[in-house]
């Protein structure tokens, strides 16, 4: 979960709906490449962060019992392969570019466990794999991976209320085409723009649906999951203007 504090309780976006926004957001740039590997990447840019963790009791509070967000857990060695798991069944490309993404998140943490080694070097002989079966140079590949990242990059910038204040501007991340990215607001409360102005649209609309809590804190995950399950829902929505 992303889990941003209100002035009376807190905002909880799924990790799985921040991957819909992440999609949106590659979806107004200009295509690229034959259509079955653009849809294959907004497919991965998708369902990037599916496979949550079941709660188990605690997993989603801390341990003063607010939910907790995704940034104090631990890497799950369960979702990460479960993730693959899926994208497998949607075919070489969606595998590739998930596994990419994996190892990116997760070479850092080389070292530390033998069964996460295990899955960083299959992650790592499975590229390629599937690159010389899909007959792609590591550019090609990483020219699509890299805006599944820039994209994933924006979407959390949103979704945690990290864009800056005083038309100050935040680096996104180096785009498909290696040109660094800039978000901005100029105004406060008005439209979003990106330098360089890299969508097709001059201007457009994104949004994802957050959960409202009222209630502080939970005994365990299923007092906050039933809580969830009960509060009212609000959509977010970002107005995107080419300045």
Same mark, same amino acid.
């Given at each position: 979960?992303?889990?941003?504090?209100?002035?009376?309780?807190?905002?909880?976006?799924?990790?799985?709906?921040?991957?819909?926004?992440?999609?949106?957001?590659?979806?107004?740039?200009?295509?690229?490449?034959?259509? =079955?590997?653009?849809?294959?990447?907004?497919?991965?840019?998708?369902?990037?962060?599916?496979?949550?963790?079941?709660?188990?009791?605690?997993?989603?509070?801390?341990?003063?019992? /607010?939910?907790?967000?995704?940034?104090?857990?631990?890497?799950?060695?369960?979702?990460?392969?479960?993730?693959?798991?899926? /994208?497998?069944?949607?075919?070489?490309?969606? #595998? +590739?570019?998930? %596994?990419?993404?994996? #190892?990116?998140?997760?070479? #850092?943490?080389?070292?530390?466990? @033998?069964?996460? =080694?295990?899955?960083?070097?299959?992650?790592? /002989?499975?590229?390629?794999?599937?690159?010389?079966?899909? @007959?792609?140079?590591?550019?090609?590949?990483?020219?699509?991976?890299?805006?599944?990242?820039?994209? =994933?990059? +924006?979407?959390?910038?949103?979704?945690?209320?990290?864009?800056? *204040?005083?038309?100050?501007?935040?680096?996104?991340?180096?785009?498909?085409?290696?040109?660094?990215?800039?978000?901005?607001?100029?105004?406060? =409360?008005?439209?979003?723009?990106?330098?360089?102005?890299?969508?097709?649209? @001059?201007?457009?609309?994104?949004?994802?649906? /957050?959960?409202?809590?009222?209630?502080?804190?939970?005994?365990?995950?299923? *007092?906050?999951?039933?809580?969830?399950?009960?509060?009212?829902?609000?959509?977010? %929505?970002?107005?995107?203007?080419?300045?």
């Amino acid at each position: 979960m992303i889990v941003n504090h209100t002035p009376d309780g807190w905002q909880i976006i799924y990790q799985q709906a921040h991957g819909l926004l992440a999609a949106q957001l590659a979806w107004h740039w200009q295509p690229f490449g034959p259509p =079955d590997r653009w849809v294959g990447t907004l497919a991965a840019i998708t369902q990037h962060d599916d496979e949550q963790q079941e709660w188990d009791g605690h997993y989603g509070i801390t341990p003063a019992g /607010a939910p907790a967000n995704f940034t104090m857990k631990e890497f799950s060695l369960e979702q990460a392969t479960g993730v693959m798991r899926a /994208a497998r069944f949607q075919g070489r490309w969606r #595998s +590739l570019l998930t %596994s990419l993404h994996m #190892s990116t998140l997760y070479e #850092s943490l080389r070292g530390q466990d @033998k069964q996460t =080694d295990a899955f960083l070097d299959e992650q790592q /002989a499975c590229q390629k794999k599937w690159l010389k079966e899909l @007959k792609l140079t590591k550019k090609e590949a990483a020219r699509y991976y890299d805006l599944m990242h820039w994209a =994933d990059r +924006l979407s959390l910038i949103l979704c945690r209320q990290e864009l800056p *204040e005083m038309s100050r501007t935040l680096e996104i991340y180096t785009g498909p085409d290696g040109q660094r990215y800039d978000v901005l607001r100029p105004q406060q =409360d008005g439209p979003i723009t990106v330098q360089p102005w890299p969508f097709r649209d @001059k201007e457009f609309v994104v949004t994802v649906e /957050a959960t409202i809590l009222h209630q502080l804190q939970f005994k365990d995950d299923a *007092e906050l999951a039933a809580a969830l399950r009960e509060a009212p829902i609000e959509t977010l %929505s970002w107005e995107f203007n080419k300045q």
